[in-house]
């Protein structure tokens, strides 16, 4: 079996690495920016591997050699937004800066922030960012920095379309990078061309291009079909759960809870996420 798992940040994905780690032993290779070419296309030439990859910084020359390859096996698990965006700041907290002030982390960016804050104040900031840059034009894209809050960076849909936009008139993909910006906006232009809603544009692109996909709250369907397709063979009852951020999440309830309004101005911002993650839920 040849697999490439596209492994989106604080989805599950560390619990399938585990596994998969444990299985395919030395066949087991983590995917990175600093993977040379001759690397890849070593490991690409065996009969059996399992290669995992946060894609963020991944050179789009080594990410379009996995997406040409027919004989591969391309796995994703998905997970709902506002979870995976208290999952962050979870971890940020169970891991403060220096700085820390108290209430919510998000990132290193506490260190600009001398006082304590909630959930909702790293929210509001990451959608302000992207509500900004989404309504620029082209080419103030390289102006607005997309690193810093999650949201961008660790986009779901923007890492599950490999950072690229496909157009099924010409059967072509153009490979945005690190422009977000740019990704979505002309994710939404082809989608409009193709006279197709932007959940059906995502739904068709995930269930093309991946023979596995899942969502975190459901991981053990999500591990049943893995082992059905005999990607995964060793699944224990009891499954691992690893660098989970709940008890910090519990610990700091309060400050977790995100305002309804907040939550529908995410979706009215950004609903690839929201689609995406019901893109990966079972048909």
Request: aromatic fraction near 14%; glycine fraction near 6%; proline fraction near 5%.
């Amino acid at each position: 079996m040849r697999v490439f798992f596209n492994h989106i940040a604080k989805c599950g994905g560390t619990t399938i690495n585990l596994l998969a780690k444990s299985e395919y032993k030395e066949n087991y290779h983590v995917l990175s920016p600093s993977t040379s070419i001759g690397e890849l296309t070593y490991w690409l030439s065996k009969k059996v591997f399992f290669i995992s990859s946060e894609i963020y910084g991944v050179s789009p020359s080594h990410l379009g050699l996995i997406m040409k390859d027919p004989n591969i096996t391309r796995i994703i698990l998905g997970r709902n937004p506002i979870s995976r965006f208290k999952s962050f700041c979870g971890h940020s907290a169970r891991n403060p800066t220096k700085k820390y002030a108290g209430g919510v982390e998000c990132g290193t960016n506490q260190v600009y922030i001398p006082q304590a804050v909630s959930i909702n104040f790293w929210l509001k900031a990451a959608l302000k960012k992207i509500e900004l840059g989404l309504n620029s034009s082209q080419a103030e894209y390289s102006f607005i920095d997309p690193t810093g809050l999650p949201i961008t960076i660790y986009s779901q849909w923007w890492l599950a379309s490999i950072q690229s936009v496909y157009d099924p008139n010409s059967k072509s993909s153009i490979f945005y990078g690190k422009n977000f910006f740019g990704h979505i906006c002309q994710t939404r232009k082809i989608a409009t061309s193709t006279r197709q809603t932007l959940p059906k544009y995502i739904s068709t692109y995930i269930r093309k291009f991946y023979q596995v996909y899942g969502i975190t709250e459901c991981m053990p369907d999500f591990l049943k079909k893995l082992e059905c397709l005999g990607v995964l063979s060793a699944i224990p009852e009891s499954i691992p759960k690893a660098n989970s951020s709940e008890e910090i999440q519990l610990k700091l309830k309060s400050s977790f809870e995100i305002d309804e309004i907040l939550l529908a101005d995410y979706f009215s911002i950004l609903p690839e996420e929201f689609f995406f993650y019901e893109a990966c839920m079972d048909p």
